[in-house]
């Protein structure tokens, strides 16, 4: 070690990955992976009523909108180029029953929203909730007999739900329940009510997962007794979710889902590997109000922390990402 010499600290070292992070303009030249509002769909909670802003106490940022005010937060989005919506209607417990009957009114809450976003903004995409909680009495996602879930019977009820849907003008259906076979035979009830073009995007692999509590808080739609585990799959398998993957895609899904997010990155990876179609993953509301919580703790650098988790969400294989800060994300991007 000598001071005139100063190459003999250089060490021959032939590959230097530091080179490719030297600088921004390298950096954005080599990056693999981008985020752009393309790749945002923005979930919303819509609630009767005129004027009416509800916030949701586990999800800071987020509230349940009447159907104006929904109007003018979804013209937003679309300015900021977010090319979806999912909707998720919040509905008065008078009117839950065992059927989720009130989930084909024609002039239900759902119904009405979805005619409403379509004459607003046509052009944007209106993605909306194939499943029974939020209209259950029982908080379940499918019908319940004698404390069972029960599987093909609940498949009548949740075509019918998308025909209401398709008809109202939803672009794309998404069951988000789980029943066995629901993909093919959602796929087929539309076709054969002329509903060839509306699209379903299946909640293939979703997970019996305790993330989606601040959700449940936002629709009232926690089930009543009991749990999801019979229907949602087992947060410790990965394999399965190919099963899943193989029967909707054979089904006749446009698109398939990953849920949650981030601590299912590497089913994400799984699916996008085996998926013919795009793969979309939902960051779920648990996964949001955590990032906000250690936000506002001053833990975490919010803004940073949430625009991270984005990008490595679609590093991880996701086409489109379902999360609540679509607008957020979209405006930072805006720069
Ligand atoms: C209902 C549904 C749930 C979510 C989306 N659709 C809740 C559940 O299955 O209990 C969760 C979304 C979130 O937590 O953000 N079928």
Redesign the pocket.
Known sequence: MTDENELEYVLDLPERPRRNRRTDSIRRMVRETHLSPDNLIW?VFVVDGEDTRQPISSMPGVERMSIDVLVGEVKEAEALGIPAVALFPAIDESLKDSMATESTNPDGLLQRTIKALKEAAPALTVIT?V?M?PYSSDGH?GIVRDGVIVNDETLEVLAAMAIAQAKAGADIVAP??MMDGRVGFIRESLDEAGFTDVGILAYTAKYASS??G???DALESAPRFGD?KTY?MDPANGKEALRELTLDIEEGADMVMVKPALPYLDVLWRVKEASSVPVAA?H???EYAMLIAAGEKGWLDHQAVMMESHLCIRRAGADVILTYAAKDVARFLQG
Do not use: I, L, N, T
């Open positions: 979930p909730d499943a909680d996602d988000s329940d993330f989606y601040p959700f449940r999801k949602q939902y779920v509301s648990g």
